[in-house]
């Protein structure tokens, strides 16, 4: 530690580096996380959300892609059949449609990220019933982004 300013060259802050009760709430959380079962479960809740939301998007007519690691995810608002695989297609996507979606997801009480470039997180916190509300809420919000007949995206 004599290395670490004040008393030595390196510099180290963070908000809440070395709080001891933000440094008691990292080590049981990677106790929790060696638990038998934990991945498997994000993993599982993960992909249950993604393909809610690819169903709801698809009843809805709108074309959507989520991506997926984990229990990490993100919806984007691509054409039908189009990936999004790097920043040029990320930024390609319709943002305008992410900020409806944000606002109607916003009022049927799921709070998501404000920005289309920003991931959600699964947590061991999120129970089946909340990724089941979650769909259904997703469900009423890409409704309200349903394209007018005729119209293509």
């Given amino acids: 530690m004599e290395r670490i300013s004040p008393a030595g060259p390196v510099y180290q802050a963070g908000t809440l580096s070395g709080n001891p009760l933000a440094m008691s709430a990292g080590l049981e959380t990677l106790a ?84 289309q470039f920003e991931a959600m997180f699964v947590g061991l916190a999120h129970h089946d019933e909340h990724i089941a509300q979650t769909i259904t809420a997703a469900k009423t919000a890409l409704s309200a982004l349903r394209p007018a007949r005729g119209k293509k995206k």
């Fill in 32 to 115: 929790i996380l060696k638990e038998p079962g934990v991945y498997e479960t994000l993993e599982q809740r993960g992909a249950a959300l993604q393909a809610g939301l690819l169903q709801a998007a698809a009843e809805a007519g709108v074309p959507l892609v989520v991506n997926r690691v984990g229990s990490m995810l993100t919806p984007f608002f691509a054409r039908k059949g189009r990936s999004v695989d790097n920043f040029d297609q990320a930024t390609a996507c319709d943002v305008a449609a992410y900020a409806k979606f944000f606002h109607a997801m916003l009022a049927e009480g799921v709070f998501l990220a404000p920005s």
